[in-house]
């Protein structure tokens, strides 16, 4: 049988993601298996507002915008803390729409400009 959450539980558990990226949280985008780095963008402290009752953390303070640090296809994210650089949270989709992270364009290169639309988190069943 599948673990199943109640509403309550995916919130708090939500919550947990917001507080544990403490005041500095950087969101990474990667290529397959984060095996190299393509951009960083600061998030905002918070990192998000409250999670809607079906467990979905909206991310706050898009679009931003940096400068690609590598060239490849963006394929996977994470978030991390700014310092040490603990994951928080990895595993996270990225395309130009109907993806965790949603970007404006599906190749990065080096230099060029790259904006982060929007980004959600949805909590597991």
């Known amino acids: 049988m599948a673990v199943t959450y109640t509403n309550a539980v995916k919130i708090a558990r939500m919550g947990a993601v917001t507080t544990q990226a403490g005041t500095t949280a950087v969101l990474e985008i990667g290529t397959t298996g984060m095996a190299s780095i393509l951009a960083s963008f600061t998030l905002n402290n918070p990192i998000a507002g409250a999670a809607t009752g ?3 953390l909206t991310l706050s303070g898009f679009p931003k915008t940096v400068a690609g640090a590598a060239s490849g296809t ?4 994470r978030i991390r803390t700014a310092t040490g650089g603990t994951d928080i949270i990895t595993g996270l989709t990225v395309g130009t729409s109907g993806t965790d992270i949603v970007l404006d364009s599906a190749t990065i290169t080096a230099g060029q400009n790259v904006t982060l639309n929007s980004a959600t988190i949805t909590h597991a069943a």
Do not use: I, M, Y
């Not at 963006?74 to 994210?77: Q, W």
């Open 54 to 56: 079906a467990g979905v």
């Open 74 to 77: 963006p394929a996977a994210a």
